[in-house]
C-alpha cells in the first residue's frame, strides 16, 4: 500500500522546484517587459500565446493532461502580462485620458436635469443628494437628460440605474456606454410606493391604475389582489399621478411615491403597497466632464470581449490580480452583433490607485473595447 506521507513528501519536493521554476520564468518576463518598454511593443501578443500553448501541449507524453497543461500555462502567461503591465505603468507609459480631480462637488451653484416630473423618485433623488433648492428642470425621457449634460444646458442629470427587485435598468446602461458622460457620484433611495387617488376617491372606486412598468412590477403582488383593476404602463410614476389629476376620475389611481401625492394634491388610498419592504433604486449623478472626486472609492466600467472559451474570465482576472473588490457585473447584447454582448463592471478603489491602472491597463490592452464610466 502507497504511503500517504511519502507521496506528500514527494508533491512538497516538486512543488519547491516548480516554485524556483516560476520565479526564474517570471524574471525572464521582466526582461521581455523592458524590450517592449524600449521598443513600444505591446503586451499582449494573442497569436504567440497560441503558437505557445501549442507547442507546450505537443510536450505532454499523457493526453489526458494536455488541456490540464495549457491552462496552467495560459494561466502563466497571464500572470506574465500581469506583471509587465505593473512595469509599463511604473515607467509612466500609462494608457490613461487626462483627468481632473476636485475636493467636493459643489451643489449650490448648478442646474441639474432629470427624467419624469415633480414627485418622481428621480426628483427624490435629486432633492436628497443635492439638496431642496437646487436649480433644476425635468425632460422626458433618459436620452433627453443624458443629452442636457452633453450639450452643456445642466451640469449633471440624476438617472436611475438598478433597483434591489427589478434590476438593472437597461436604457440607462445603454446610453452611459453611447454618450461620452461620467458618474460622479450615487444616491440611494428607498421605494415605497403608494396607492394614490382624487381626493374623492376610495379604494372601492378604483377601475384603472397606472405606473411606470416597474412600479407595477414592484407591487404585482397588490394588484393581484385587486384583479379587477386594468393595470396601465407611462413613462414615470409621478406621471402616473399627475395624469390622476389630469382625467379628474375617481376610477383612476396612481402607484407612487407619497411625494408624488404632496405634490399633486392627491390622496393616499394605501401606503407601503411594495411587495418588498427592502426595495431600493441606486440612482447615478453625470457629468460632462472627467472630473472627480478625491479619495472616491468606486468604479465602473464597460469593455467588449471575443465570444470565446475564457475571455470573460481573463479579463475579469485583472481586478482579480490587483486584489480589487468586484460588486457588481451586468451584461447588454451589442446591437447589431448577434449573441455577442458588453459587460459593466463595478468594483472598488480609485482613479490614482496602483492597482486600479494596473487593472484598468491589462483590460484595455487585452479587450476589443473598454470605456472608463467614471470613479464615485
Request: glycine content about 6%; some cysteine; proline content about 2%.
Amino acid at each position: 500500500m502507497l504511503d500517504l506521507n511519502e507521496i506528500r513528501t514527494e508533491i512538497d519536493d516538486v512543488d519547491r522546484q516548480l516554485a524556483a521554476l516560476y520565479e526564474k520564468r517570471i524574471a525572464l518576463a521582466t526582461k521581455v517587459a523592458e524590450y517592449k518598454i524600449e521598443t513600444g511593443k505591446k503586451v499582449f501578443d494573442e497569436t504567440r500565446e497560441k503558437q505557445k500553448l501549442d507547442k507546450v501541449a505537443e510536450l505532454v507524453s499523457d493526453e489526458k493532461n494536455i488541456h490540464g497543461v495549457r491552462e496552467l500555462f495560459s494561466q502563466l502567461m497571464s500572470t506574465s502580462r500581469k506583471m509587465q503591465y505593473k512595469l509599463i505603468e511604473e515607467h509612466g507609459l500609462t494608457l490613461r485620458e487626462p483627468y481632473e480631480t476636485m475636493d467636493a462637488i459643489d451643489k449650490k451653484h448648478c442646474t441639474v436635469v432629470y427624467q419624469g416630473v415633480p414627485g418622481a423618485y428621480s426628483y427624490i433623488a435629486m432633492k436628497r443628494f443635492f439638496g431642496e433648492d437646487v436649480n433644476n428642470f425635468n425632460v422626458e425621457t433618459f436620452g433627453d437628460a443624458m443629452e442636457a449634460v452633453k450639450d452643456g444646458s445642466a451640469d449633471y442629470a440624476v438617472l436611475p440605474i438598478d433597483n434591489s427587485t427589478t434590476g438593472m435598468v437597461n436604457q440607462v446602461y445603454d446610453l452611459l456606454e453611447e454618450y461620452d458622460n461620467y458618474i460622479i457620484g450615487e444616491q440611494f433611495v428607498k421605494v415605497e410606493h403608494s396607492l394614490l387617488g382624487l381626493p374623492a376617491a376610495a379604494i372601492s372606486d378604483i377601475k384603472t391604475v397606472y405606473s411606470h412598468p416597474q412600479g407595477l412590477m414592484q407591487c404585482q403582488k397588490y394588484l393581484d389582489s385587486h384583479r379587477e383593476w386594468n393595470s396601465i404602463s407611462q413613462l414615470n410614476t409621478a406621471v402616473s399621478a399627475k395624469m390622476v389629476v389630469e382625467q379628474n376620475d375617481i376610477s383612476k389611481a396612481a402607484i407612487a411615491s407619497e411625494e408624488a401625492a404632496r405634490v399633486y394634491g392627491l390622496k393616499v388610498l394605501e401606503s407601503k403597497i411594495n411587495d418588498s419592504d427592502r426595495n431600493t433604486t441606486r440612482f447615478v449623478i453625470v457629468s460632462n466632464k472627467r472630473r472627480f472626486v478625491k479619495g472616491a472609492g468606486k468604479m465602473t466600467i464597460c469593455f467588449e470581449t471575443n465570444n470565446k472559451p475564457g475571455a470573460l474570465y481573463n479579463l475579469l482576472s485583472h481586478i482579480i490580480y490587483n486584489e480589487l473588490n468586484m460588486t457588481k457585473i451586468e451584461s447588454r447584447p451589442i446591437e447589431g452583433r448577434e449573441w455577442e454582448f458588453r459587460f459593466f463592471v463595478d468594483f472598488m478603489g480609485n482613479i490614482d490607485d496602483i492597482n486600479v491602472i494596473n487593472a484598468l491597463h491589462g483590460i484595455q490592452e487585452e479587450a476589443n473595447k473598454l470605456k472608463f464610466l467614471g470613479n464615485y
